[in-house]
């Protein structure tokens, strides 16, 4: 008879197993669509170039602005842009209305994302300038829930 504790033990496994194959999945989907963007900003860049003077402004700043948009989302992927991320969606869904400076830490910890004291005080400071937040102590915060960067928290 196994014991009670290996069937949740075999279910945790089971689920990243899972977790890791659609990652996997995921990894593939992105890469695949990088590279369509590239082939597609090649070929923008060519037919803009065929267009007559007057016309190719108007499609240069469009072109420019899908960069722009391009550029955002890869630093989104980056640990300090994703912990900021991350940080907007814990605010926007925590529990109580008040957070602070450690419970953000071990939040991201958990999430693997690297994060010292000064880092989580700097990123809660932003947020609180931004009005995201409302400093009520050291270390202590008030979450603004109808802030518009917390969507509809």
Do not use: F
Not at 33 to 50: H, P, V
Not at 67 to 92: C, D, S, T
Not at 112 to 129: N, R, S
């Amino acid at each position: 008879m196994p014991e009670p504790l290996e069937p949740a033990v075999d279910a945790v496994l089971r689920q990243m197993e899972k977790a890791l194959h659609w990652k996997g999945e995921l990894i593939t989907e992105l890469s695949a669509a990088e590279t369509r963007l590239l082939d597609l900003r090649n070929s923008a860049n060519r037919l803009i170039d065929c267009l007559p003077q007057g016309e190719r402004l108007s499609r240069r700043i469009r072109l420019n602005r899908n960069r722009l948009e391009e550029q955002q989302l890869h630093r989104a992927q980056e640990p300090a842009h994703r912990a900021g991320y991350v940080l907007l969606r814990m605010l926007a869904t925590h529990y109580r209305g008040q957070v602070t400076n450690g419970e953000v830490m071990r939040h991201l910890k958990r999430l693997g994302i690297p994060a010292t004291p000064e880092v989580v005080a700097k990123m809660l400071y932003q947020k609180a300038k931004q009005g995201v937040l409302e400093r009520i102590g050291r270390g202590r915060y008030r979450i603004e829930r109808s802030h518009p960067m917390l969507g509809e928290g």
